[in-house]
């Protein structure tokens, strides 16, 4: 079973930039799609970004599209993403998340593992 554990939250001035990371464990191949997540508080969680485990294709949310990039590395086992210009209202909890069934890739039900989240926080 794959297993996720994301890292790289923090504090940042909007305007700023981080780069989270979800290392990844287990049989990686057989994913479908790796995303990324977020909830703030007293907010629904929200499709961020997501890839095709092959890395051919990308899906952005409105919101972060030009902003945000989402990658991965085969030989690290491990799904990225790259937050440029950061507002306030990207402060959230991230999850990365893996799904095995090629279903809708914007849709938080669509995947089966979960990492444990990392804490972004954005000042003004």
């Known amino acids: 079973q794959v297993q996720l554990v994301e890292s790289g939250g923090g504090l940042v001035q909007a305007g700023g930039s981080l780069r989270l990371s979800c290392a990844a464990s287990?049989?990686?191949?057989?994913?479908?799609?790796m995303g990324w997540f977020r909830q703030a508080p007293g907010k629904e969680r929200e499709f961020v970004a997501a890839?095709?485990?092959?890395?051919?294709?990308?899906f952005y949310a409105d919101s972060v599209k030009g902003r945000f990039t989402i990658s991965r590395d085969i030989t690290k086992n491990t799904l990225y993403l790259q937050m440029n210009r950061l507002k306030p209202e990207d402060a959230a909890v991230y999850y990365c998340?893996?799904?095995?069934?090629?279903?809708?890739?914007?849709?938080?039900?669509?995947?089966?593992?979960w990492g444990q989240g990392t804490q972004v926080t954005v000042s003004s």
């Open positions: 287990g049989r990686t191949f057989s994913s479908t799609f």
């Open positions: 890839i095709t485990w092959t890395g051919r294709t990308t």
């Open positions: 998340a893996s799904t095995e069934v090629n279903g809708p890739y914007s849709i938080g039900s669509s995947y089966q593992k």
